[in-house]
């Protein structure tokens, strides 16, 4: 496991993935009924952007050091809590901006494998009954953790890419999990180096049948250089009433400020499979 999210905490794909994701919890937070967040690959809640991770890179700089000063509009309740989480001293990773919209019945479940974030995030939410952190592998846990007790809430997938054959297993376990847990959300994040691999992503959800997705893509550039990180996408499976238009209002306010008017950036929200 080389990965290490602190290199990257805060980037224009970061930035992104949890403007959508605080849209997802809002939504959720609609209805009175308790909810259940499953981060399958969690990190280690909150970075230090004064580490010598963030530094080395300072990619947090042309992510969200372009956006946090914004108080109004689509993005706001999304800086607005990165700025309560301490930025520009720290960026809050996803479990972090969960844990914030949790209410006092809602409940938060952490899988981390890296040993070393592992620990950190455990000792992060120690304590905390509405926080369970387990050093477990994701695509184990999801099978054993779902569906929820509350019978609604939302699965974050989130893996590093690191490894040939993730989008088939996102796609796999998507697939699985829509089967078995049909009222939860599911969102699964994905890198667009270039464009064939988010494209047999989808074709392998259309293929699968997998009922009801939509993906938010935001790109940076056009993804000629597969070195790169040319953008990303978060593939919502059940998404909640209203999330494609929020979804297209995020992606839209984030774009001119992330892409800064390179050729072939552009965002998008499309239907990949039917309800
Ligand atoms: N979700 C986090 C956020 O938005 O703040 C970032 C997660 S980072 C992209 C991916 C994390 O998954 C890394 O911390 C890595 O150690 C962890 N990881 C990699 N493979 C895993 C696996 N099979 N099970 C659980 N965690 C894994």
Redesign the pocket.
Known sequence: ?N???AFH?GNAC?VA??ALLVALLQALRMKAKPFRVL?????IGSYVLASAEAERTGEWRAGIGRVADITEGPLADYTGLVRAAGFPDIYP???DLARALLRQDDQLVL????PE?HATLRSRYRGDSQVAVHR????EAVEALTPFPERRGLV?I???FEQPGEFERAAATLARLRHRFRAGIVAAWYPIKHRAPPRAFHTALRDAQVPDCITAELLLREPTDPTRLNGCGLLVANPPHGFAQRAEAILAALLPHLAQGEAGAACSVTRITPE
């Open positions: 496991m990965y290490r999210h905490a970061d993935k949890h981060d399958t690959h969690a990190g990773g996803s479990p899988c981390e494998l890296h974030d477990r592998d994701a695509w974050l989130d893996p590093p």
